[in-house]
């Protein structure tokens, strides 16, 4: 089916969250033409669903205990060796620039009496330095904020859009998207730079805390583009969201991490403390090792409870007001967090790995930019340190729609003629099957053996189809993001940061490296040859 309309602008971006957002207002800031576009609704996207805050360092809030250098520190330690050293240093130095930036924009952060902001703690950060606002609702007051500046400086939304595919010029730069109205009728958008801002995909697991729309959208498209890949087997798993019951689906309510910061300390069904002796920070070690210890602490069933610990925040005297969000979700399951330890459990939260992109949104194709989530900037490495993807987001943000002005303005990309564009075929398998394979099997805890259940699975049970359609559209790229995390987990005969394989347990000197990823010309996606890696961290 051919495309049936067509708009013109000279930055499309593609996603409404911090960074997609942050991008388009400072685009236009700088006298882009800018058109953003989400397959749902504004406000729809994962932003909103950040509890814990922004971790920045910030000089005037006076905290001698703390520095830039430290906050880089415990990012590389988080990172557990595969960070980009630089891109680490550059978006953590350009954080307090973004944050004041995104507070000129209208974003309330909590702040004491003396007017020096609120800071709290959360797992791997060696001082308080994440900011927050509305207790627990941090990423609600960001979206809030961006979107009111968007609307109020006149940046055309388009909602109920998905983008399918990158259309491209004959010499291969990308020159706009092929889009679905609400109504599946496609349409072109054409533009000489188009910036995923995507998010993530945790809905290529049963239980996630992130929302319906989170697909791996962005990922699959600029594969399908050419772009390269990297570090997608590093999933991370949020150590609690509430544990609703066996079998919960979907996207499940967060217990922020700062809970913890703030003293509340795991238990399991005996009582007994689930990090003790695991880790020097016990509670407030990084992500992936509390994550990795409460699987391990479940599956040996303590007081007959194999699917979920408790989170003992009894001692916390100010819960509701503190952490509104988390009250509320436990109030709304019948526990009283006063009283009560909350049933947690670790579910699907952050691809660490992405589209190889610079901190500036630059992917190997021309005019295809990537910042957030989507994007691979070598900022979390095998395990991203809490709270650094709100920052990342503003930081990169900024810089790629700078990025996009300026290769605008030295004609390193510009408006073109595009060939005619039809709606793509691709692989597709059954959404619940994938999310129940991969749950099984490529969550934390992976072996030889179950990988390759999940690479037979999904070879058998893969239908080629027409992307005519939403569903189908996400379905893709689900299918694409598994088959491309399970070529990576397969490959990667260690255990780091997020990627635990029970079958070989330690670290390894020789795996201190990325895998990149690319896609054959029949869709299929595979390990790119490692000599391509070396220049990526
Ligand atoms: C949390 O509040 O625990 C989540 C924050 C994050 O994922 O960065």
Redesign the pocket.
């Known amino acids: 089916m051919a495309a049936r309309w067509e708009a013109r602008a000279d930055l499309i971006v593609v996603g409404t969250g911090v960074a997609g957002l942050t991008a388009a207002l400072r685009a236009r800031e700088l006298g882009l033409r800018v058109l953003v576009v989400t397959k749902a609704a504004g406000d729809d996207g994962n932003t909103r669903w ?4 922004v ?1 920045v360092v910030m000089e005037d809030q006076h905290d001698p205990g703390d520095s830039v250098a430290k906050h880089i520190g415990d990012t590389l330690t988080a990172g557990a060796g595969l960070c980009d050293d630089a891109a680490v240093a550059a978006i953590i130095t350009d954080g307090p620039a973004a944050v004041a930036r995104l507070r000129e924009r209208g974003a309330v952060f909590d702040a004491k009496p003396d007017g020096l902001l609120e800071r709290t703690r ?2 791997g950060h060696s001082a308080f330095r ?1 900011v927050h606002a509305g207790g ?1 609702a ?1 990423g609600a007051e960001v979206e809030r904020a961006l979107l009111k500046a968007t609307v109020d400086g006149r940046v055309p939304l388009l909602e109920n859009h998905i983008a399918v595919d990158a259309v491209k010029t004959p010499l291969g730069a990308v020159a706009g998207l092929l889009v679905l109205d609400g109504n599946g009728v496609p349409g072109v958008l054409t533009a000489p730079a188009v910036l995923l801002a995507t998010g993530g995909l945790g809905q290529m697991y049963q239980a996630t ?1 992130n929302p319906s729309v989170a697909t791996g959208d962005g990922l699959a498209l600029a594969l399908r583009a050419g772009a390269l890949a990297a570090d997608v087997e590093f999933i ?1 798993f ?1 150590p ?1 969201v509430l544990y609703t019951g066996r079998g919960a689906r979907g996207r499940c309510p ?6 913890r910061g703030e003293g509340a300390v795991l238990i399991d069904a005996t009582g007994a403390r689930v990090m003790k002796g695991v880790h020097p920070l016990e509670d407030l070690a990084p ?1 992936d090792v509390v994550a990795a210890a409460i699987t391990r602490h479940m599956a040996t069933g303590p007081g007959g409870v194999d699917d979920h610990v408790f989170l003992d925040a009894t001692a916390l005297h100010d819960m509701a007001t503190r952490f509104p969000t988390v009250f509320s979700a436990c109030n709304s399951v019948g526990i009283d967090p006063a009283v009560d330890p909350i049933p947690v459990a670790p579910a699907a ?2 691809a660490c790995g992405g589209v190889v992109s610079t901190v500036d949104g630059r992917t190997g194709v021309t005019g295809l930019y990537a910042v957030g989530e989507v994007a691979r900037t070598g900022l979390h490495g095998a395990n ?7 920052l990342e987001g503003l930081v990169c943000g900024t810089r790629a729609a700078e990025t996009v002005a300026a290769d605008l303005a030295i004609g390193l990309i510009a408006p073109a003629r595009t060939a005619e564009v039809s709606l793509p075929t691709a692989p597709v398998a059954d959404r619940d099957l994938l999310q129940r394979v991969m749950s099984r099997y490529a969550a934390i805890g992976r072996d030889a053996e179950g990988l390759a259940v999940v690479g037979s699975v999904l070879d058998v049970s893969t239908v080629d189809k027409q992307l005519e359609s939403r569903e189908l559209v996400e379905d893709a790229a689900l299918t694409m993001a598994a088959r491309a995390l399970i070529a990576a987990a397969q490959q990667r005969t260690e255990s780091r940061g997020c990627h635990v394989r029970t079958d070989f347990t330690e670290r390894s000197e020789s795996w201190q490296r990325s895998q990149l990823v690319r896609l054959t010309p029949t869709g299929q996606p595979v390990l790119a040859d490692p000599v391509l890696a070396e220049g990526v961290a």
């Open positions: 950040a509890q814990g805050g971790a959360e797992g994440v627990d941090t805390s991370q949020h609690t967060l217990v922020t991490e700062a809970v992500r939260h952050f991203r340190l809490a709270s650094n993807s709100l």
